[in-house]
Antibody, heavy 121, light 106 residues
Framework: EVQLVQSGGGLVQPGGSLRLSCAAS????????MSWVRQAPGKGLEWVAN????????YYVDSVKGRFTTSRDNAKKSLFLQLNSLRVEDTAVYFC??????????????WGQGILVTVSS | EIVMTQSPATLSVSPGERATLSCRAS??????LAWYQQKPGQAPRLLIF???TRATGVPARFSGTGSGTEFTLTITSLQSEDFAVYYC????????FGQGTKLEIK
């Protein structure tokens, strides 16, 4: 059974940092793109970042470029999202997700349970 | 950015009836379109990818059609567990989601 279990998150002041983790099991983690998607309270879904199987190629939505960094440890079957210079508008539930499809485009076939990041003073 | 527009925002349907949800893209996304179901407090669940292919374990009452800019998700014989919010997502050029359609019990 594919499982993605998230940890990290919490309350942080504007300008602060946080690290999210996503532990994968039930599939060959190193064979899949992985992604982050967020959802602001009461709002819709927004793609945040993708990371290729090797961990070398990464893509980000413009609003987080230069502030967020995704990484992965294939040996530990784990995905990470480092959130720096956080803004109030980054407040959201962050989901990790497995990428289905191909290198040219992904849908998200399995999702973590989500973790809340609240940016507030 | 490709804008995805879903309609209606809210759809009220009785159990056992059919629901038809629409999704329009601001430019062609070919068949690179997915549908998700999200219930309160839960993560989204993939229903359809490639515009019409059901994901693993998705019941046959869910079907997707369309290509280019116009897409439809149809749910026949609605069950109580189908009342939720539904999102479409394009993955032809980067990744964008529609704003969602809330399917509620009539």
């Amino acid at each position: 059974e594919v499982q993605l279990v998230q940890s990290g998150g919490g309350l942080v002041q504007p300008g602060g940092s946080l690290r999210l983790s996503c532990a994968a099991s039930g599939f060959t983690f190193s064979s899949y793109w992985m992604s982050w998607v967020r959802q602001a309270p009461g709002k819709g879904l927004e793609w945040v970042a993708n990371i290729q199987q090797s961990g070398i190629v990464k893509y980000y939505v413009d609003s987080v470029k230069g502030r967020f960094t995704t990484s992965r440890d294939n040996a530990k079957k784990s995905l990470f999202l480092q959130l720096n210079s956080l803004r109030v508008e980054d407040t959201a539930v962050y989901f990790c997700a497995r990428g289905g499809g191909s290198d040219s485009g992904l849908y998200f076939d399995y999702w973590g349970q989500g973790i809340l990041v609240t940016v507030s003073s | 950015e490709i804008v995805m527009t879903q309609s209606p925002a809210t759809l009220s349907v009785s159990p056992g009836e059919r629901a038809t949800l629409s999704c329009r893209a601001s430019e062609s996304v070919s068949s690179n379109l997915a549908w998700y179901q999200q219930k309160p407090g839960q993560a989204p669940r993939l229903l359809i990818f490639g515009a019409s292919t059901r994901a693993t374990g998705v019941p046959a009452r869910f079907s997707g059609t369309g290509s280019g800019t116009e897409f439809t998700l149809t749910i026949t014989s609605l069950q109580s567990e189908d009342f939720a919010v539904y999102y479409c997502q394009q993955y032809n050029l980067w990744y964008t989601f529609g704003q969602g359609t809330k399917l509620e019990i009539k």
